[in-house]
Each structure stands twice: as C-alpha cells, then as structure tokens.
C-alpha cells in the first residue's frame, strides 16, 4: 500500500507568478482534499475533490482551484501568488463512505518572494 | 462555522508523566474529532478519533475522552517518552458527506528524558 505523496516537495515563486502543486492519493482512496498550513498554525481547509468534482470549499478566493483526475490523482492551482500565500500546502486522501479517516501527505513547501 | 480552541500552546513533562491536551468546538453538530501528530518537517499523522456516540476511547498508552454537552475533548497520553515529542493537533468536522476538518492552534509537547 503506497501512502499520499506530493511535489514537488519545496518551491519559491514571486508574487503574481502562478503555481501548480501535484498529490497521489493513497491507494484505494477516492477523495482528496487539500489544506494550507501557515508556520505555528493548524491546517486550513481549502477544498475537497470526489468523483473529479469539487466537493466542499473552505473560506479561500476563487484564484485557488483544482482539478481530480480519474487515477484520483489532484491538483491545486493558485493564480497571482500574494505573500500570504506562503505556507506548507498539505494534500490528504480518503475513501468515502468508509469513515472517511484522513491521510496525509508531506506537503509542499511554497515560498513566495 | 466552526471555532476550535486548543490548550495550552506548550507543554513540558518529564518522561514517564502523562500529557493532557484539551479542546473545545463550537459547532454542536460536529460529530467527529481526530488526534494528528506532526514531528519537525513531516507529515501529520492521525494517532487517534472519536465519534459523537462514544464518550471515551483507547489506544495503548493515548486516550482520548468527548463531552458532547461541554463541547470539549481531550488527549490522555501516558507513560510518556521522548519519542512523543511533538505537535498535537486536534479537529472537528460535522461529516456531512464530506471531511473538511476544522484543526486547533496546535500543542508543543516536550518529553523531557
């Protein structure tokens, strides 16, 4: 059984440039959802994807979006990079309908500069 | 929305002492609440949850206890050892078809050997 995995694993970008963050769930698992975790913080919901469709959306502006594909495999798109957009973005799986028990992976460190 | 406050920010024990983290919601329809563990640039991990229908629930040396009417919970951790060092971190979710944790602030414990 492989675990969630993401990457790439650090990056820096400026402001207003655009950033796209990749994650693998864990086998056997349907849904993913993504979290923000500022430094000395607890993560933030952002967005949970089921059936490549987006499934719950956290308190976030629409320049955050994401795609699933069909292997449940996702994507989290940020557009016009601010500042505040610095953080350890974390991405999580699940399988619906079994207690929905979330895993997460190592996250993707972004530094924007 | 929901509101988690967790408490205290840092604690210190002495291996061997038990460690009591506590939390408190605000949603009452909240009806699921995990432990993660999150050591020093990696993932969290999920050490332990409980459900609404249950008061109390065990796992080796981790506990964790629920009151529904307080809208409180907390970890229990005994023995502990220098390997528990680390950042807690509580959440609740209602799991209305969905998981989109709402996470506490977070708790530094420091086993001290």
């Known amino acids: 059984e492989t675990g969630v995995t993401q990457s790439p694993t650090h990056l820096i970008k400026t402001r207003g440039q655009q950033v796209t963050l990749r994650c693998s769930s864990q086998?056997?698992?349907?849904?993913v959802s993504w979290y923000q975790q500022a430094l000395g913080q607890g993560p933030q919901f952002i967005f949970q994807?089921?059936?490549?469709?987006?499934?719950g959306r956290g308190n976030f502006p629409p320049r955050f979006s994401g795609l699933q594909f069909p292997n449940y495999s996702s994507e989290l798109n940020v557009n016009a990079l601010e500042l505040d957009d610095s953080a350890l973005y974390l991405c999580?799986?699940?399988?619906?309908?079994?207690?929905?028990?979330?895993?997460f992976g190592s996250g993707t460190q972004l530094s924007v500069l | 929305g929901e509101n988690v406050e967790q408490h205290p920010s840092t604690l210190s024990v002495q291996e061997g002492d038990s460690a009591v983290i506590k939390c408190t919601y605000s949603?009452?329809?909240?009806?699921?609440f995990p432990w993660y563990k999150q050591e020093l640039g990696k993932r969290p991990q999920l050490i332990i949850d409980?459900?609404?229908?249950?008061g109390e629930k065990k796992d080796q040396r981790i506990a964790v206890t629920l009151n529904k009417t307080a809208k409180h919970f907390s970890l229990h951790i005994t023995e502990t050892q220098p390997e528990d060092s680390a950042v807690y971190f509580c959440?609740?979710?209602?799991?209305?078809?969905?998981?989109?944790?709402?996470f506490g602030s977070g708790t530094r414990l420091q086993v001290q050997p």
């Open positions: 999580a799986s699940s399988l619906t309908g079994d207690g929905e028990k979330l895993f």
């Open positions: 086998s056997g698992h349907n849904t």
């Open positions: 994807y089921y059936r490549e469709e987006e499934n």
């Open positions: 949603d009452s329809a909240s009806n699921y």
């Open positions: 409980i459900r609404s229908n249950v």
């Open positions: 959440a609740a979710d209602r799991g209305t078809g969905r998981r989109a944790l709402t």
